[in-house]
């Protein structure tokens, strides 16, 4: 009897060597169905290590991103999203940027119920900048809990 074709069948970058894309418009992300699509779920995403560089100067920028969301008929390939994000690292944009640009582009890929992104970027110049977008309200019922990440405090 043949093998029915996997529902993974179309991913390019699992299991494969795959290197850092060398900025975000170059990254592929990748999505794959969703098996619960008619059960509402919380999927969280954390990267405490975000980089990207200021656009003026070209120095780095360094973010904590919490990326919360509800799907629909997809999930984002989680090692996709990884290059994805790390694409940013030679990537020239403002906090702001980043963080609403990261946003935009998932619920273009997978059109969820619901998103949200937190980006807490750490202090350049005495001042911590914290970016926050989400497409709506949350389903009602949706547990979600909170980031997690405390505000800055510096070193008191």
């Not at 980089?51 to 990326?67: E, K, M, R, Y």
């Not at 906090?95 to 997978?110: M, W």
Request: with cysteine; hydrophobic share 35%.
């Amino acid at each position: 009897m043949p093998k029915a074709k996997s529902i993974y069948a179309g991913l390019t970058q699992l299991g494969k060597e795959t290197s850092i894309p060398a900025d975000p418009s170059l990254a592929k992300l990748e999505r794959v169905p969703n098996p619960h699509p008619g059960t509402d779920y919380l999927v969280r995403f954390t990267a405490p290590e975000f980089t990207s560089l200021c656009p003026i100067t070209g120095q780095p920028d360094f973010a904590h991103l919490v990326i919360d969301y509800v799907p629909r008929k997809f999930l984002v390939e989680s090692k996709a999203l990884k290059l994805f994000l790390q694409s940013f690292r030679n990537h020239g944009a403002f906090h702001e940027a980043c963080t609403v640009d990261i946003g935009k582009t998932l619920v273009k890929l997978l059109s969820p119920k619901y998103l949200r992104i937190g980006g807490y970027w750490y202090p350049r110049g005495g001042m911590p900048i914290d970016v926050f977008w989400q497409t709506g309200l949350p389903p009602k019922g949706l547990w979600l809990p909170e980031t997690g990440v405390a505000s800055y405090r510096g070193r008191g």
